[in-house]
């Protein structure tokens, strides 16, 4: 049906429908516990001159609004897992476009829960439902797994550091454009229509790849195809059975089920494993002398541990900004996190500039060292321009993530992607949960004596990834000594 080999647009389409509302979910859920005028979006919650009373008030409300946002992210985590690994192995086999069509709709549906609890003023505990279905169609994870693997079905590989950098850019520039306009928007026409305008960007988004883009997977797995055959059995005769036959081949039909969830359950099984298995001439095995399956296995813990930092330490950013003595307002935050979504951009011109002189580990060091440098610097912000200003170190902080997503994606086979990229969105879902549970919490016990424990804690979990890096930094310098002895030696024979 489509006819167009471009992810780029549902990826940036998406991403601003996202990072227009997620500014705003975490804003109400604080107004809300503060018992804050949701009509009231036109000023700050807090005052730098504020007595002691108002101020134990806004400590209250930070920590109420930080521990709910952490049984939030609980309840859609598992079932976003499993229909990210799900919907991973079937994207290698039948097609990508569902992994991106599902997660859209499964946002579209939490943008509409948003839209009644603020309308009819329901409950908090209400957007548990909605994270409940956008887990369940496979969240935010699914659809960069699914625009991921798109990308490397039709990329160039030569170019696959850049196209991957550049992927992450159109992130942060939707994103950033989408978190600038929330302020304004929620200021000028409130909560709802904001909602609002975030499900029709997603219908967008389902027409896109359902009509426009073309399937670069075209060999179609039935489940069907999965249940044994009985003997003899015709299936294009039909018989008008009796009501006790039919009774007695439910336990058959049950037990046909029961095999075809087993042999998807193997099936997934199989191409996850698969991934840590050596390829030698089209022929995998497990192991063996000169098996590099570890580097796969390394990169995945260093993504994982960088992601944990990164993730974790972003999250309390926009309370930490909202608190004394900041107390920044809508129209501020929006703009923070646009000047924050730039990184993308400077990370894209970092990741295409260091390509051309080095190799990927140590353009994902730098990009680590930076990000250490301004999460720690962050404990030193005072005043607005310094909150501004601390952004600055962190111009590259997405570079690790691109480049290591690229050089994960060198190491498997073309049509091991959609099951490699769910299985780092999985381990994506994996950081953003634990982060958002260790640093959440950090931040709500430590936000009345000392707020920027968690930025500090953020820095030193970086750590661990920089020396990930490091080891396979040393090997690949080791490899290439080898083989330039090798190569010397096989002339050197050559000549006698």
Not at 49 to 69: C, H, I, M, P, Y
Not at 253 to 279: D, G, I, M, P, W
Not at 412 to 418: C, F, M, Y
Request: proline share 4%; charged share 15%; hydrophobic share 50%.
């Amino acid at each position: 049906m489509g006819c167009v080999r471009v992810v780029e647009p549902i990826v940036a389409l998406f991403a601003f429908a996202v990072f227009l509302s997620s500014p705003l979910n975490q804003q109400y859920i604080y107004r809300r516990f503060g018992n804050f005028s949701t009509n009231d979006s036109t000023g700050s919650t807090c005052s730098p001159n504020g007595s002691d009373v108002e101020d134990e008030l806004e400590k209250e409300a930070q920590a109420a609004a930080s521990r709910f946002q952490v049984r939030l992210d609980l309840v859609g985590f598992l079932p976003a897992v499993l229909a990210s690994l799900v919907l991973g192995v079937y994207s290698d086999t039948s097609g990508r476009r569902l992994m991106m069509i599902l997660p859209c709709i499964g946002y579209s549906l939490e943008s509409i829960v948003y839209i009644l609890i603020v309308s009819l003023e329901l409950p908090l505990p209400w957007l548990y439902l909605g994270c409940l279905l956008r887990g369940a169609t496979g969240g935010y994870a699914s659809i960069l797994a699914g625009s991921f693997a798109y990308l490397t079905d039709v990329a160039n590989p030569a170019n696959l550091n850049m196209r991957v950098a550049c992927l992450d850019m159109l992130i942060g520039i939707s994103g950033g454009i989408g978190a600038v306009i929330s302020g304004h928007m929620l200021q000028a026409m409130g909560y709802a229509f904001v909602y609002l305008c975030v499900c029709l960007i997603l219908v967008l988004c389902i027409i896109y790849v359902a009509c426009v883009l073309e399937e670069t997977i075209t060999k179609d797995i039935h489940v069907e195809s999965l249940i044994p055959a009985e003997d003899g059995q015709d299936d294009s005769i039909a018989t008008c059975d009796s009501a006790a036959e039919i009774r007695m081949r439910i336990p058959a039909e049950a037990r046909k089920k029961r095999n075809v969830l087993t042999k998807l359950l193997k099936q997934n099984y199989k191409s996850f494993s698969n991934l840590f298995c050596e390829v030698d001439s089209g022929v995998r095995s497990s192991g063996g002398p000169g098996s590099k399956r570890w580097r796969l296995a390394l990169l995945l813990v260093a993504f994982t541990f960088y992601l944990l930092a990164e993730i974790g330490g972003s999250l309390p950013v926009s309370l930490f900004e909202m608190k004394a003595p900041l107390c920044w307002d809508a129209l501020l935050l929006g703009y923070g996190s646009a000047v924050g979504f730039a990184i993308f951009i400077t990370s894209f011109v970092g990741v295409t500039v260091l390509s051309r002189c080095l190799s990927d580990p140590p353009i994902a060091l730098i990009g680590i060292s930076t990000f250490t440098v301004g999460m720690a610097m962050i404990c030193g912000v005072q005043t607005t321009l310094m909150m501004f200003l601390v952004r600055l170190p962190l111009m590259f902080t997405i570079m690790p993530v691109a480049v290591m997503r690229s050089m994960m994606s060198k190491t498997v086979l073309p049509s091991e992607q959609g099951t490699l990229f769910s299985l780092v969105g999985s381990l994506e879902l994996l950081a953003g949960i634990v982060g958002s549970v260790v640093f959440n919490n950090v931040y709500a016990v430590t936000v009345g004596w000392f707020a920027c424990l968690v930025f500090l804690l953020s820095s030193a979990v970086a750590v661990i990834p920089f020396l990930i890096l490091s080891v396979l930094w040393c090997d690949e310098i080791m490899c290439r000594r080898r083989r330039g002895i090798s190569a010397l030696q096989d002339e050197s024979a050559q000549t006698h």
